[in-house]
Structures are given as structure tokens and as C-alpha cells.
């Protein structure tokens, strides 16, 4: 590079730069660094976007280079996997309209319209795409006019939406041919089709253009693509499982929950048996909070709206709320229980010697997500936080965040589930000094370190208000879901005016900690449902013990051993009728009861049960007073495993 030629610093991976010419591509920086990188170049991420290989890098980038190797290839496949997808659907419906194919974490989805189809199609578009993976077409790049391009989609309004918003500005536009096939786009894509070495249509949906109801409504195909077969079919079987786990499968089946278009979408119904679950998970975070000395409030579930303005929430949440004209006032339906539970704190003067203050409330929340958004419990319109906030002084942030730590950490060791943390660091966008956030952050830091908890840093990932821990569950299929939180907040009290008297006699500031120790009840219970298969242990479990009579002669005996069950407080039953006891077995198997009392005559008459268990031991002779002594145990002590062995 000449003296008088512009150039321009790239920093690389390892933290070292490269000074390239001014006008270099990602593709030409990797040939900057060497020749076999740069044959080897797929794409780029700049400053954490991934782009084509041809974008233009700037002054003082960060720079990674993609190659087959990366993590990121898998993505780059999948978005030329989209396209092979709408090329083998215009192949096969020439009127179809293309919209958007992004790929996702688990392949890729192409929203589309002017064409009917239904799952039965897909087999045929998929065969087309595996013949299009087989001619192993070259995707190239090209750059068409802004009016050329306006003309290839004088039928697609979609696409010209996209070059009016995304490709505002942009004249030529980048478009990526593959034999007949052209489609407006960004990239990256890999070099030919044939790279695909796994694909396949996975499932049909509806969607709405740019995710707004008021649009119009498209038909949204799922797919996925890998590397190879072998790792398609590993996906395919994982998802194979998981369809079988499927929550919603299992919450008809067991009569957990429904949510039915004539009461609305996203607003779940908990049958007796759901219910009974959710009243067991909620007792038991109710005896850690009082354990842990918070006490217990209550907040409607509506306020008006001047409450969310001076929390913040209008202006962050008012498009996901739930508005109410009320005698010409406006109302809205709660999005978060913690401007509820501010205001509470602030209705009486408090003393540095009376902090922490600690509120705990399984409250119900609103969000109007789009109803293409919606899926059984793991979201919806309508869930309850168990949600706890603490007023501290800031001396105290450490101590009840360790506090928080232990009870979360508790709680997942309970139900022995797999878990990722993640701390959440100051955003571009915060309140409050540099001081106060690198407290904030060392004193969480130090917490986790403090636990030996493996942690990733999600750098400006934080709430505006402040850091926060989070913890992600991962389910019996690998499968990760949000779940418990801590956030240090420095915004509400600010916004409230919240204060308490410090020892110099002056009114201070506390700082506000937001917890929450399952994430939400309705979340929660769809990882339950799913990682245990619906064969909740004995203390979730709605009917735990089913007492299964031979014949009716002993039906008397079989209803005194559910009587005194029932007095210790187990959900029993007698599984009376007509059906044979193997009928009767299956039938407790199938509805997932933890155990089954087997009695006949020479049960009766020893005064004895034969005891079947899940794991399908079966003990005979045992004490009913024994019996009971080992249920007594595995509940209080909340064991996951249900089983019964003689000692």
C-alpha cells in the first residue's frame, strides 16, 4: 500500500489490527491476512453483524472472518436454504409471492402469499429443493438499478416495502441469482446450493406482514438445513422427542390446561389438575420468600395510566398493553407488578436501620404479543410472575443478591434442571452515574465468583435501570428457556422519589433489586410439563396415589386406604369400574400417577397393599403405615425421582 493511498484499521479476533486500503471488503481483509483464508471466506461479522463477504469494512471495525469452520456458517447455509426453498416454490407455483426468509436458530422460515398450500404440499417442494441442491447452482451476487429493480416487483408490494424501508437509499440494490432464480437480499449466502448437505420442511403457519395484525395475513413455511444428513436427522429426532414432550400434547392429555378461541388467545384456562400443580409450585416459593423474610402484598390488576407514565412503562410498553377508557380516564391492564409494589413502599417513612424492605406477589401481568407470537404457555396474553422486589441501601446490594443466589440455586437443584447464567452489563442507553454501574456490576460479579457459578458476560445487554443475572433453564432435550432474573435498578426509585432516612439523618436513595424466582408460573410450568414427559414428581403430581381394586369385594378396604391418605393430605383415589386390573394398571400409567395400591382379598384380609411404583416395581406386602412413611418423605423432602423399595 502506497504512502499516499487512504487506509483504515481493522481489529481482529485475537485484538491485533490490520491496516487495509479504504474501500476493502471483508473478503479483501482475509487476503489481506492470507491467501488460503481468503479462499476460504464466506461471509464476515462486523462489530457482531453478519454480512455478505463483500461489504465494505470502516475505520476501526471489528472484524471476524466466516469460513466453513465458524458457528456462523450454519446461518449463512440456512439463509441460501431459504432460498432454495422459494425457488423450488415459484418452480413449482410460478404465481407465489415472496416476502422475507431470514434464518433462525433452528433453520430458516420464507413468509409467502398468492399461492394455498397446507402440510401435504411440502413434500413435493421439498423434492424440488433437493433436485435444485443437486445442480449445484452458483449464488452470485448482483447489483440491479433501484427502477430495474422497482419493475422485477411491480406484482410484489412486499418487496418494494423492503426497498423503501431496509433498502432505503440504496442505488444499485443487492440481489443473489441461482440459475432462474433471483431474489432481492443482503446476504451472506454460501457458494452454490450444493453446500446444503441436509434440508427439509418442517411445518406450516400463519404470520402477518411485518408481524403487525393490521397487515395483511401470509403463510409462514418453516425449514431447516444442515451440513450434512447426519446432522439433519440428529435435528429431526431431537424435534421427533420434543414433539412427543410437547406441553400443549400433554396438558390436553392430562387435563392441565386449554386456552379456546371463544375466551381469547394467549389467556390460559388451568383445569383442577393444572391448577393443583400450579398451587404446589406457588406454596413452595411462598416458604422460601417468608424464610427469607420478605412479606407478602397484593396489587390490582389494573391502574390507571398515570402510574406506567411515571414508571416508564407507557413509553417503553404502551403498544404491548392492554388500554381501558374508563368515565374518560385511561386505564391500562399491569404489564409489571414493580411500579405496583414502589408505590407501596412509598405510602409510609422508613429508616437506613429498617432496610432491606422485601414484597413478594405471585402477580398477573398483560402483554399483547402478536397473536402469531403465541404458543400454548410458553407465551401468551396473560401470566403470573413470581415476583419479588427489594428497597436496599446500596451497602446492601451484595448481601441480598448473594441472598437471592442461594434461593434460586435451591430452587434449581429441586428440580435437578440444567441451567445456563448469563450477567447482563450496561447498555448504550442507561440511567445513572459510571460509578454506581461499576459498583453495581462488580458487586454481581463478585456473587457469582463468590458462588462458583459458570457464567457468559452479555455485554450491553442490561436493563436500562441497571445489570441483572439471568438464568436460562435447559430442558430434558437440550432446549434452553428464560427463567429466573436479578436486576439492580437505580431508574424507579429515582422516578418515584423513593427514600429512607440515613443515620446522618438525611433522606438517601435505596436501590430497587427485581427478582423473580421462576421467571413466570406459566413458562415455568411448560419446562416442568415438558422435561419430566408429564410424570411430575409426587409432590407436583395431581393424583399421586390411585388405589386399584381386584374385584369389588374389596372396595371398602380400598376406600379406607384412600381415607387415610386423604387425612395426611395425598391426592388418592379408587380406581373402581369395571375394567380389569390390567386395564386398570395401564390406565394409571398412561395418566402418569406416580404410584398404584394393588388390593385384593388376601391384601384385605393381611391388611396389606401391593405397591406399584412408576419405575414399574411392584413390592408386595407392605404395611399401609410403611407406605405412607415413604410418601411422607418423598414429598417433604421434594424428591424428583418416584420410586418405592422395601427397606
Request: charged fraction near 35%.
Amino acid at each position: 500500500m502506497s504512502q499516499q493511498e487512504s487506509s483504515l484499521t481493522v481489529e481482529l479476533p485475537d485484538g491485533s489490527t490490520l491496516d487495509v486500503p479504504e474501500g476493502s471488503t471483508v473478503e479483501d481483509v482475509a487476503y489481506e491476512i492470507g491467501p488460503g483464508l481468503g479462499d476460504d471466506t464466506v461471509a464476515g461479522v462486523l462489530d457482531g453483524d453478519l454480512v455478505a463477504k463483500e461489504a465494505p469494512v470502516y475505520d476501526g471495525v471489528e472484524l471476524e472472518i466466516v469460513t466453513p469452520s465458524a458457528d456462523e456458517y450454519l446461518e449463512v447455509l440456512r439463509h441460501s436454504a431459504a432460498h432454495v426453498f422459494a425457488q423450488a416454490l415459484q418452480r413449482l407455483y410460478p404465481d407465489a409471492k415472496l416476502t422475507i426468509g431470514p434464518w433462525t436458530d433452528d433453520g430458516f422460515y420464507y413468509d409467502i402469499t398468492g399461492v394455498d398450500l397446507d402440510e401435504d404440499d411440502l413434500d413435493a417442494i421439498e423434492d424440488e429443493a433437493h433436485e435444485i441442491i443437486d445442480e449445484d447452482l452458483a449464488i452470485e451476487r448482483g447489483l440491479v438499478d433501484r427502477e430495474d429493480a422497482r419493475e422485477r416487483y411491480a406484482d410484489n408490494p412486499y418487496k418494494r416495502d423492503i426497498m423503501d424501508d431496509e433498502a432505503a437509499g440504496e442505488d444499485p440494490i443487492s440481489f443473489y441469482e441461482q440459475g432462474e432464480f433471483a431474489d432481492l437480499c443482503q446476504g451472506p449466502h454460501v457458494e452454490s446450493t450444493g453446500e446444503i448437505g441436509g434440508f427439509a420442511l418442517l411445518e406450516i403457519s400463519a404470520s402477518y406482514w411485518r408481524g403487525d395484525e393490521d397487515n395483511d395475513m401470509l403463510t409462514r413455511v418453516y425449514g431447516t438445513a444442515f451440513r450434512d444428513e447426519d446432522e439433519l436427522e440428529t435435528f429431526l429426532e431431537q424435534r421427533r422427542k420434543a414433539q412427543e414432550r410437547d406441553h400443549r400434547k400433554i396438558g390436553q392429555e392430562m387435563d392441565l390446561f386449554s386456552i379456546d378461541e371463544t375466551t381469547g388467545p394467549g389467556l390460559p384456562l388451568y383445569e383442577p389438575n393444572g391448577k393443583t400443580v400450579l398451587n404446589e409450585l406457588s406454596e413452595y416459593v411462598a416458604e422460601l420468600n417468608r424464610a427469607a423474610g420478605y412479606d407478602e402484598v397484593e396489587t390490582p390488576h389494573v391502574f390507571r395510566t398515570e402510574l406506567w407514565k411515571k414508571s416508564g412503562h407507557y413509553e417503553n410498553y404502551v403498544d404491548d398493553m392492554f388500554l381501558l377508557d374508563v368515565n374518560d380516564e385511561e386505564y391500562g391492564l399491569k404489564p409489571m407488578n414493580c411500579p405496583g409494589h414502589a408505590t407501596i413502599f412509598d405510602q409510609q417513612s422508613w429508616s437506613y436501620r429498617e432496610l432491606p424492605i422485601r414484597y413478594f406477589e405471585d402477580g398477573k401481568v398483560y402483554r399483547k404479543e402478536q397473536r402469531g407470537e403465541l404458543s400454548g404457555l410458553s407465551r401468551t396474553w396473560a401470566f403470573t410472575i413470581d415476583d419479588g422486589h427489594l428497597f436496599v441501601r446500596p451497602d446492601q446490594i451484595e448481601a441480598e443478591v448473594l441472598a437471592i443466589m442461594d434461593i434460586i440455586l435451591d430452587i434449581l437443584d429441586t428440580f435437578e434442571l440444567d441451567y445456563t447464567v448469563q450477567l447482563a452489563t450496561r447498555p448504550d442507553k442507561s440511567v445513572g452515574s459510571d460509578e454506581i454501574w461499576e459498583k453495581a456490576e462488580s458487586q454481581l460479579e463478585a456473587v457469582l465468583e463468590g458462588q462458583g457459578v459458570d457464567y457468559d458476560v452479555e455485554a450491553g445487554d442490561g436493563a436500562f435501570y441497571g445489570p441483572k443475572i439471568d438464568f436460562a433453564f435447559e430442558d430434558a432435550l437440550g432446549r434452553h428457556w428464560d427463567g429466573p432474573t436479578v436486576q439492580l435498578d437505580f431508574n424507579m426509585p429515582d422516578r418515584f422519589d423513593l427514600t429512607y432516612t440515613g443515620e446522618d439523618n438525611e433522606d438517601h436513595e435505596p436501590v430497587m433489586i427485581h427478582r423473580a424466582l421462576y421467571g413466570s408460573y406459566e413458562r415455568f410450568f411448560m419446562v416442568l410439563i415438558e422435561h419430566f414427559d408429564g410424570r411430575f414428581p409426587l409432590w407436583l403430581a395431581p393424583e399421586q396415589v390411585r388405589v386399584l381394586p381386584i374385584n369389588d369385594e374389596v372396595n371398602d378396604y380400598a376406600a379406607d386406604l384412600v381415607a387415610d391418605l386423604d387425612d395426611e393430605g395425598f391426592r388418592a383415589s379408587v380406581a373402581d369400574g369395571d375394567s380389569t386390573l390390567q386395564r386398570k394398571i395401564r390406565a394409571g400409567h398412561d395418566e402418569n400417577v406416580p404410584y398404584m395400591l394393588i388390593v385384593g382379598p388376601d391384601e384385605r384380609d393381611a391388611g396389606t397393599v401391593s405397591v406399584r411404583d412408576r419405575q414399574e416395581q411392584e413390592t408386595r406386602d407392605v404395611d399401609p403405615d410403611e407406605f405412607r412413611a415413604h410418601l411422607r418423605r418423598e414429598r417433604d423432602e421434594k424428591h424428583v425421582d418416584v420410586t418405592f423399595l422395601e427397606d
